[in-house]
Antibody, heavy 120, light 110 residues
Framework: EVQLLESGGGLVQPGGSLRLSCAASGFVFSSYAMSWVRQAPGKGLEWVSSISESGGSTNYADSVKGRFTISRDNSKNTLYLQMNSLRADDRAVYYC?????????????WGQGTLVTVSS | QSVLTQPPSVSAAPGQKVTISCSGSSSNIGNNFVSWYQQLPGTAPKLLIYDNNKRPSGIPDRFSGSKSGTSATLGITGLQTGDEADYYCGTWDSSLSAWVFGGGTKLTVL
């Protein structure tokens, strides 16, 4: 069974940093692309970033480009999202998501999400 | 403003059928596969339909998907109160090099 367990969310001040982690199990992590998707309170889904199975290719939404960095450690079956220069509108539940074999394939599994709150 | 356009809400009675539309452009729906996700209140989204019309194992055949040109449609028959949820369409946008979602449609089963 595919399991995706996010951690690292919490309260951070505007301009601060946070690193999210996603521990994956139940599948061959190194064979699949991965993504982060967020959902602001009461709002819809917003794709944040994707990374290829090897980590050699990444994509970002314009809203986070230059501030967020996605990475993965295939030896640890873990996906990361480094978030810098956080703003109030970054407040959301952040979901770790498993794609197919490439970044253009659909999200097949979602984690339970971790809440990030940006406030002074 | 979402790249993909969905109606904010739809409703129907138990046992009836409902369709949810998702409109895009040639850079997304027109040239890429569409998937649909169900988000029950307070939970993470779940894959309902992928590659326009395929259902993952465990998804009942009451749920169906179709695509024509730059639009896609999710159909749900035999509505149940447990189907009340937010539904999102999603696809890759080749021009943006980004995944895009619709704004979501809230289904109410009256």
């Amino acid at each position: 069974e595919v399991q995706l367990l996010e951690s690292g969310g919490g309260l951070v001040q505007p301009g601060g940093s946070l690193r999210l982690s996603c521990a994956a199990s139940g599948f061959v992590f190194s064979s699949y692309a991965m993504s982060w998707v967020r959902q602001a309170p009461g709002k819809g889904l917003e794709w944040v970033s994707s990374i290829s199975e090897s980590g050699g290719s990444t994509n970002y939404a314009d809203s986070v480009k230059g501030r967020f960095t996605i990475s993965r450690d295939n030896s640890k079956n873990t996906l990361y999202l480094q978030m810098n220069s956080l703003r109030a509108d970054d407040r959301a539940v952040y979901y770790c998501a498993k794609l197919g074999t490439t970044v253009v394939t659909p999200i097949t599994n979602w984690g339970q999400g971790t809440l990030v709150t940006v406030s002074s | 403003q979402s790249v993909l356009t969905q109606p904010p809400s739809v409703s129907a009675a138990p046992g009836q059928k409902v369709t949810i539309s998702c409109s895009g452009s040639s850079s997304n729906i027109g040239n890429n596969f569409v998937s649909w996700y169900q988000q029950l209140p307070g939970t993470a989204p779940k894959l309902l339909i992928y590659d326009n019309n395929k259902r993952p194992s465990g998804i009942p055949d009451r749920f169906s998907g179709s695509k024509s040109g730059t639009s896609a449609t999710l159909g749900i028959t035999g509505l149940q109160t447990g189907d009340e949820a937010d539904y999102y369409c999603g696809t890759w946008d080749s021009s943006l090099s980004a995944w895009v979602f619709g704004g979501g449609t809230k289904l109410t089963v009256l």
